[in-house]
């Protein structure tokens, strides 16, 4: 389907030949949701799937809690996945150890760079993040060469450019690969994002990956918004799962690139649905019906006007065909419908009616629908045929 809006309205900063990558976080961040536990073989199964829909990297959990959490990282590791696989660490050398033991080819290490975590969490100084932050990178490179080093900078969003750009040249010296700039409460914007991002990315010459939260509904568009800035990774999990109001959702970033942006991560998204489906049972969660991307809402068409117009073209009103995501077009009936949607309902019975006959029919629907304060099902909408048809003789 061509992107229009990307036809009619040209952006400067089209991102061209960068090459965006992803970083799924649902095993670590999305397991954070508050009452989610997901059991051992689920993990495995997630990181199976993630692996096998295309993700660039799986951030796999936090070794250093040590038992379960520690064997299922190893196992993940030594899947011989296609992607890249990340442990989670805190700025100390018995978590980076213990991550690279286990066999990850990459590892995060977060560190709190905001003064009100450093003074109220940390009880710390400034002075102390930059020493902590060169130790730990360093160690990790002198370790193993190799491996990928993340840095990530807890509440980057409240943290003083000035110091926030020290702290990333100070760990890109020891050899850091990246900075994760986390918007740890989601108060950033996007147009506000875009100017710290593109000055960190500019003034500290790290790659920049996005973790966003969405506190204020704003995740997934300020994670695009610091692609537009210059960071080329984005952290994601299935779902939008995670602390609180949850991160930016993998599915909801993929379709955005591509049809906002005209940007294809190449990624599987027939399969988006179905890896959501079990994501939320193993996380105990249900998919809300008008979920953006996967929701089985968005291609539910009940207004008469829109259901006409999608019935003729598709296009109308429907930005991606439904099977691109792994769903399926519905005419659903009920209070707002129209006689169109009522011929073409009644067809998929077998069921011939004229369009006069549709439009006698549709006040008995819309009544029904009205009393019952809902859609109307298949079969209630055949009593009310029968029941139609038995007054006419």
Same mark, same amino acid.
């Given at each position: 389907m061509e992107n229009q809006l990307a036809k009619n309205f040209p952006l400067e900063s089209k991102l061209g030949a960068v090459r965006v990558k992803i970083d799924?976080?649902?095993?670590?961040?999305?397991?954070?949701?508050?009452?989610?536990? %997901? &059991?051992?073989?689920?993990?495995?199964? =997630?990181?199976?799937?993630?692996?096998?829909?295309?993700?660039?990297?799986?951030?796999? !959990?936090?070794?250093?809690? !040590? $038992?379960? *959490?520690?064997?299922?990282? *190893?196992?993940?590791?030594?899947?011989?996945?296609?992607?890249?696989?990340? !442990?989670?660490?805190? &700025? #100390?050398?018995?978590?980076?150890?213990?991550?690279?033991?286990?066999?990850?080819?990459?590892?995060?290490?977060?560190?709190?760079?905001?003064?009100?975590?450093?003074?109220?969490?940390?009880?710390?100084?400034?002075?102390?993040?930059?020493?902590?932050?060169?130790?730990?990178?360093? %160690?990790?490179?002198? *370790?193993? @060469?190799?491996?990928?080093?993340?840095? #990530?900078?807890?509440?980057?969003?409240?943290?003083?450019? $000035?110091?926030?750009? *020290?702290?990333?040249?100070?760990?890109?010296?020891? $050899?850091?690969?990246?900075?994760? %700039?986390?918007?740890?409460?989601?108060?950033?914007? @996007?147009?506000r994002t875009y100017e710290v991002v593109k000055h960190l990315r500019e003034e500290s010459g790290l790659e920049v990956?996005?973790?966003?939260?969405?506190? %204020? $509904?704003?995740?997934?568009?300020? &994670? =695009?918004?610091?692609?537009?800035?210059?960071?080329?990774?984005? #952290?994601?999990?299935?779902g939008g799962l995670g602390e609180r109001a949850g991160n930016a959702a993998l599915e909801e970033v993929a379709m955005a690139l591509k049809y906002i942006e005209g940007f294809d991560l190449d990624m599987d998204t027939a399969r988006f649905r179905e890896v959501a489906e079990y994501v939320m049972k193993a996380a105990g969660r249900q998919i809300p019906v008008w979920k953006s991307v996967i929701g089985t809402n968005m291609f539910a068409h009940e207004s008469g006007i829109h259901a006409d117009g999608v019935i003729k073209n598709p296009s109308t009103y429907e930005v991606f065909a439904p099977a691109e995501v792994g769903l399926e077009r519905q005419i659903v009936i009920g209070k707002h419908s129209g006689s169109r949607s009522l011929e073409l309902k009644f067809n998929e019975y077998g069921i011939e009616v004229t369009k006069a006959e549709a439009t006698e029919l549709l006040p008995r629907v819309r009544t029904m629908a009205i009393e019952l304060k809902r859609s109307l099902f298949d079969k209630e909408l055949i009593y009310i045929y029968n029941d139609w048809k038995a007054e006419k003789k």
């Open positions: 799924d976080t649902t095993l670590r961040d999305g397991e954070q949701t508050a009452g989610v536990v %997901f &059991a051992n073989r689920e993990k495995i199964r =997630i990181a199976r799937l993630l692996d096998e829909i295309g993700v660039d990297q799986i951030e796999a !959990g936090i070794a250093a809690m !040590g $038992g379960d *959490e520690r064997d299922t990282i *190893e196992e993940i590791a030594h899947l011989g996945l296609k992607a890249s696989v990340l !442990g989670w660490n805190r &700025a #100390n050398t018995t978590d980076i150890a213990t991550s690279i033991d286990c066999g990850v080819d990459a590892i995060a290490i977060s560190l709190a760079t905001s003064d009100i975590h450093i003074q109220t969490k940390l009880m710390k100084d400034r002075a102390w993040v930059l020493d902590t932050i060169r130790e730990s990178v360093a %160690f990790a490179k002198a *370790e193993k @060469p190799d491996l990928y080093v993340s840095v #990530n900078a807890e509440d980057a969003s409240r943290t003083e450019i $000035g110091f926030l750009i *020290e702290y990333a040249k100070a760990a890109k010296a020891e $050899g850091a690969d990246r900075i994760r %700039f986390c918007d740890t409460i989601g108060l950033m914007e @996007p147009f990956e996005m973790h966003t939260h969405n506190d %204020f $509904g704003m995740a997934v568009a300020n &994670a =695009i918004a610091g692609v537009h800035a210059g960071a080329n990774w984005v #952290n994601v999990t299935v």
